[in-house]
């Protein structure tokens, strides 16, 4: 794979030097140019849109401020592009996180109308700050000039293609790194993220200025390719054309954004020519119709599944038949277009073909962990830089009270968890067992009462900082990051272990390598502990379901942790699953960790528990050791109901059959 | 002091437009989570359309502004159901957010250039139906016109209302905004309600803009910048709570037509824009929201 | 009334049942018992349409709806009390109930008298009708839950889903939802109830199933199923075995 990636590279690299010198028609050379810049910016807008899931319609906006703060730089101080191109990548980033800081603790729908209503702010700054912008007149700036030698469109083409590849080299580290795992992480699931210790609205905010430090560069880099710049470039159908790209091209790849780039930057000199569209309409049908054929007769597809693209390629070429004017109906052309990707491309062209070679070639893509041969179970543990004192409690929730509306989820609970124990926390559904984790881990902040967790009070903090204070959990319907393998999953409960920052990871220094070497180490070791060495590189959904749970216990070893919360661990394990799993928590044990158990298997929980505590309509009804607990009237009654145990208890199962009717 | 008051009276008038607006949004927000990015076109077309029903342009007038109302309506809510048929449906079926987020946005930007195709890139003026001659309210001028449209704004969602309130279709409506699932299994289709509120919301969007088209220009690109100051005032307000949109409306309708005076006129969308990010800021479900507890 | 033939379903990827065949006969309340997991709750969707089954039959006064829409099962005539309550929290208790009735306003069930209905319900849950104009969110758990079933009753159905009616409330409430479940049986009311205390549901029911890791493990009467091991097993998790 590494071996794939260095020939990709020379090939472009290659590609690149040659292009003008196979065609040097300044035009083209232009047009490549412009499609190299916007490389830039989509490799950002890909980590934004296509890493941490969010819709930024801001991008443009971004790309005018780096292209005026060069321009106006330029323009009023004479600034050399040395120094210009830099302040742009830092004047577009803090921006950003002007941007970011608010908006980002809104997500989805949300956040794509704040993007908009920034970049349409952006617009009117640019076209009202004369001063600044000279407005509507635009400012022209000249190719820079290094040492008295004003740069040529050839040279200029070299610089931009450098610079792009600088970015693709960046961008890649990046996403390789612990951040970009965390990026995904925060994605696929942002409770879990946060409860790994990575705060999902910090890495947001994280992602979105790095993207817009692209962005920055990009518009840098197009101020002095057009060497014109004027407010209208900087409007709402580009930052669309920009989504487009990202979406057409390929999300999470650096190809991708290349290729989307390509497209949406020829795609106005195609649609400015009505016979090459025409041509361009019809092969399209002729494909279709093949297509079409090929795949019903092959049963892949209903005729009512095709029948909707098929009738839209169509009359799309009757469209263009009847078309006098094209340009007047591009934005239409366009948005159909969209709906189009929307639809039928969602994993853009290369996904699209890389889909297809994973069909003929299914083994080709699998990487094999070197890290593997490397694993050993006691390398998995880490003395908890947590820990407290010896018999001591090391959590107390002190009357805690968590109501929803009408309902009082926990009421007045009060919970002790001496260190050292595992602690089975009991009581039938409904009764406040999980909404006491949720509490524990800071995802609900409690109505009153408070949680004190080595001598602190934690009650109030976020997840995530709980998290790193030393307390993991695993979810009652799991939470793994389904699109990451189970390595990366667990990678992502290591990220604590990462002090390098951002410029260790781009400069890829020894600091980052070391610490990158070490986590895969740990990481094999706790999948060897857990027992998943064979599928460490296995997607995490696509693991059973039993595996899933395991996967999920080893992630939460991985932050370390003294206090380890396990949430229904065996719910929809196999018998021989359950065995395993209760080594597996034994074990845990053994290294220090304390453990609160929530389950309904009571086997599992009296077998193994120190102390059980018994909620029931969020209360505490009963607390001990586990055989007083069983033998509680109170527990009993709690657990068959009211009126059918209210006398009887257990006893009544294996009693004759009961012929007490219910009192009507 | 006079211009001050005059200013405020206009700010009501066009605040009661981005509330019409912005209530439309929070009706396909309730029932289906979604909303269409294209809000602002709807208003154009059913502008334009009204324009070209009650004015001028196509070789008109056919009819009077009054009887041309629930025409345009019905226009609107047509539009609606292509909406959420080819932009919306698709994607909530595959949960696919990004999806339907780029689709309406898709099918605003085809909205909007065949309205450029067909009435034009200029603006046009649309006749007003009733007397421009102001009348005078403590010293300052209003226009009989924009007593309609606040009152004309509030109808509307007074209607709304007391159909949700009041008919059991209405309350089918609140049922599935509510819980979906549930009302799923009362029987209610709660596809046909989603597709329902997004023709009311378009419907809504089309009279809010035969209200607002006599004080303005119509024109192909009166939409955007209205859609989505309504998204502000939405959110300002609060995407749950219909008093929510109205002083969200009142809020930015009247600090944008004090801009627009004392600072400058390409400033007045300014205020909308940066007072939406400091209510996310400060409070991120709005003024009038509640804050909703995420199930683990 | 209600019978289900070889059901496969699940969510996503991941399938939770593995071919479940049962039967609900008129007039009879049926309980499906289970461990937590086992796929009580991923049958009860299957049936009432919320999650579409893979495959197999459910058949509903002999036609078949595995695979409809939800609200179109509804109209078929099958009401569903879900897991979780799942009450309309911003309306009334009394609109609650109204909606309870959609399908016959509608026409697409025999309207009957609505009206009176909503006061016989209201008489047999006499809390609610205390708090009939209150909003439903403010309700407490109980009084939630007993909404939810008297909501599935203002249908007029052929067939009641209960899921899980107890849980989360307290005993005392327990007691009362199954004396609820008690008078609707003698009434004649059809219903399948999935419970977690078994031993209350096998009082009530005419007939019980027992699921385990999504499939039916043990059949039979009430009594019968009371003295078999694979019932104490899915019951306390075998906790009761000593």
């Not at chain 2, 001028?141 to 969602?157: E, H, K, P, S, T």
């Not at chain 3, 409430?173 to 205390?197: N, P």
């Not at chain 3, 029911?205 to 104490?232: F, Q, W």
Request: proline share 4%; charged share 15%; aromatic share 8%.
């Amino acid at each position: 794979m590494k071996r794939n990636s260095l020939i990709l590279g020379i090939i472009a690299f290659i590609a690149l030097v040659a292009f003008p010198l196979v065609i040097p028609n300044p035009y083209y050379i232009h047009l490549a140019e412009t499609i190299l810049i916007y490389a830039i910016l989509l490799f950002g807008l890909d980590i934004v849109v296509g890493y941490t899931g969010e819709v930024s319609l801001g991008h443009a906006g971004l790309f005018g401020i780096g292209s005026y703060t060069a321009g106006a730089l330029f323009f009023k101080l004479g600034v050399p592009f040395a120094l210009a191109v830099p302040a742009s990548i830092a004047v577009t980033a803090a921006f950003g996180a002007l941007l970011a800081l608010p908006a980002l603790r809104v997500t989805g729908p949300y956040l794509a109308m704040v993007t908009l209503a920034f970049g349409t702010i952006i617009q009117i700054l640019i076209n009202e700050m004369t001063f600044l912008t000279e407005g509507p007149l635009g400012i022209k700036v000249p190719k820079p000039s290094f040492f008295g030698h004003k740069l040529n469109e050839v040279e200029y083409f070299y610089v931009a293609a450098a610079l792009m590849m600088v970015a693709l080299i960046v961008v890649n580290r990046l996403l390789k790194s612990h951040f970009g795992r965390a990026f995904q992480a925060l994605r696929a699931s942002p409770v879990a993220c946060d409860c790994m210790g990575v705060s999902v609205y910090r890495y947001k905010v994280f992602a979105f200025v790095f993207s817009a430090g692209l962005a920055g560069l990009a518009g840098s880099l197009y101020t002095y390719s057009e060497e014109y710049i004027s407010p209208n470039t900087y409007n709402f159908e580009l930052t669309i054309l920009f989504l487009l790209a990202v979406i057409m091209g390929g999300r999470k790849t650096r190809s991708g954004p290349i290729l989307g780039a390509a497209i949406v930057v020829m795609l106005p000199s195609l649609l400015s020519d009505i016979e090459l569209f025409r041509k361009i309409a019809y092969t399209a049908v002729a494909i279709g119709v093949v297509a079409s054929i090929w795949l019903l007769a092959k049963k892949r597809k209903s005729l009512r599944e095709i029948a909707i693209p098929l009738t839209a390629t169509i009359a799309m070429a009757v469209f263009s038949y009847k078309l006098e004017n094209i340009i007047d109906w591009r934005l239409t052309i366009f948005g159909l277009m969209t709906l189009f990707v929307v639809y039928y491309l969602q994993d853009g062209v290369i996904g699209f073909l890389r889909n297809l070679l994973e069909k003929i070639w299914p083994n080709g893509f699998r990487k094999v962990d070197e890290y593997g041969a490397l694993a050993n179970e006691s390398l998995a543990w880490e003395k908890s830089e947590h820990s407290g004192k010896a018999g001591v409690d090391l959590l107390h929730a002190n009357q805690v009270l968590m109501q929803f509306g009408g309902l009082k989820a926990l009421n007045q609970v009060d919970l002790k968890i001496a260190k050292g124990t595992i602690h089975g926390l009991i009581g039938p559904n409904g009764s406040g067992k999980s909404t006491m984790m949720n509490v524990l881990t800071g995802i609900y902040k409690p109505t009153a009462g408070a949680v004190e967790f080595n001598g602190g009070v934690i009650s109030g903090m976020t997840p995530a900082a709980i998290a790193l204070g030393g307390i993991a959990r695993t979810f009652q319907n799991v939470q793994l990051f389904g699109e990451m393998t189970a390595t990366e999953n667990v990678l992502v409960g290591l990220h604590h272990t990462f002090k390098s920052n951002v410029l260790d990871v781009m400069l890829n220094t020894k600091r980052y390598r070391a610490e990158e070497h070490r986590a895969r180490i740990r990481a094999a070791s706790i999948l060897q502990f857990v027992g998943l060495t064979d599928l460490s590189n296995e997607e995490a959904r696509n693991l059973p379901y039993g595996k899933q749970r395991l996967l999920e216990i080893g992630r939460a070893l991985g932050l370390s942790p003294s206090l380890l919360l396990l949430d229904e661990p065996a719910a929809g394990l196999t018998a021989p699953d359950i065995k395993e799993l209760v080594a597996i928590i034994r074990k845990i044990r053994e290294h220090g960790i304390t453990l609160i158990l929530i389950e309904h298997h009571m086997d599992v929980v009296m077998s193994i528990s120190d102390t059980v505590t018994v909620l029931d309509f969020g209360q505490k009804i009963a607390e001990g050791k586990p055989a007083e607990v069983q033998a509680n009237a109170k527990v009993i009654e709690a657990y068959l109901g009211g009126d059918a145990g209210s006398n009887a208890g257990a006893a009544e199962l294996s009693a004759p059959p009961s012929s007490t009717p219910i009192p009507a | 002091m006079d211009i001050f008051l005059q200013l405020t009276f206009s700010g009501i008038a066009l605040g009661m437009i981005y509330a019409v607006i912005a209530f439309g949004y929070q009706l396909t927000f309730a029932t289906s989570g979604t909303l269409n990015f294209g809000q602002g076109e709807a208003l154009m077309l059913g502008a334009l359309v009204g324009l070209s029903l009650a004015g001028g342009v196509m070789g008109g007038p056919y009819i009077n502004y009054w009887l041309m109302i629930p025409l345009v309506m019905l226009f609107g809510a047509l539009q609606g159901v292509v909406v959420e048929r080819i932009g919306v449906r698709p994607s909530i079926k595959t949960k696919n957010e990004f999806g339907w987020i780029m689709s309406t946005i898709a099918l605003a930007i085809i909205f909007k250039n065949v309205a450029e195709n067909i009435w034009g890139k200029d603006d046009l003026t649309f006749p007003s139906p009733v007397s421009s001659t102001p009348f005078q309210i403590f010293g300052a001028n209003v226009q009989i016109m924009q007593v309609i449209v606040v009152l004309g704004a509030l109808a509307m969602m007074l209607a709304v209302e007391l159909f949700n309130r009041k008919s059991i279709y209405g309350k089918a409506v609140v049922a599935t905004a509510n819980d979906s699932d549930a009302a799923g299994l009362m029987g209610i289709n709660t596809g046909q309600v989603v597709t329902f509120s997004y023709a009311l919301s378009s419907a809504t969007a089309a009279f809010a803009g035969v209200l607002v088209a006599p004080l303005t220009l119509t024109g192909a690109t009166m939409g955007t910048a209205l859609g989505l100051k309504a998204f502000a005032v939405a959110i300002i307000g609060g995407l749950t709570s219909g008093v929510g949109a109205i002083v969200g409306g009142l809020i930015l309708g009247i600090a944008e037509t004090l801009t627009g005076y004392y600072i400058s006129t390409g400033y007045k969308e300014v205020p909308g824009l940066l007072l939406l990010l400091l209510v996310l800021a400060i409070k991120p479900s709005g003024l009038f929201g509640k804050t909703t507890i995420k199930k683990v | 009334m209600l019978s289900i033939n070889n059901l496969y379903a699940g969510y996503g990827k991941v399938e939770v049942l593995h071919g479940i065949s049962l039967d609900v006969p008129k007039g009879k309340v049926v309980t499906l018992i289970g461990s937590n997991g086992a796929g009580k709750t991923t049958t009860m969707r299957a049936i009432c349409g919320m999650i579409k089954p893979q495959s197999g039959a459910v058949s509903l006064n002999g036609k078949n709806v595995a695979g409809m829409d939800s609200h179109r099962i509804a109209r078929a005539g099958l009401a569903h009390s879900p897991e979780g309550r799942r009450v309309f929290s911003t309306m009334s208790v009394r609109d609650n109930l109204t909606l309870g009735a959609f399908p016959r306003f509608t026409g697409a069930r025999p309207k009957g008298n609505i009206k009176a209905d909503l006061e016989r319900a209201l008489e047999l849950f006499p809390r609610l009708k205390e708090r009939q104009d209150q909003l439903a969110g403010t309700l407490s758990g109980g009084e939630q839950q007993m909404l939810a079933m008297a909501r599935a009753l203002m249908m007029n159905p052929d067939v009641i889903l209960l899921d899980e009616p107890s849980m989360g409330l307290a005993p005392i409430l327990v007691e009362e939802v199954f004396r609820i479940i008690q008078r609707l049986k003698a009434d004649g009311i059809t219903m399948l109830l999935v419970e977690q205390f078994a031993a209350a549901a096998l009082n009530v029911a005419d007939y019980g199933y027992v699921m385990e890791n999504g499939r039916i493990s043990v059949h039979g009467a009430p009594e019968k199923l009371k003295n078999d091991p694979a019932v104490n097993e899915a019951y306390l998790g075998g906790a009761n075995k000593h």
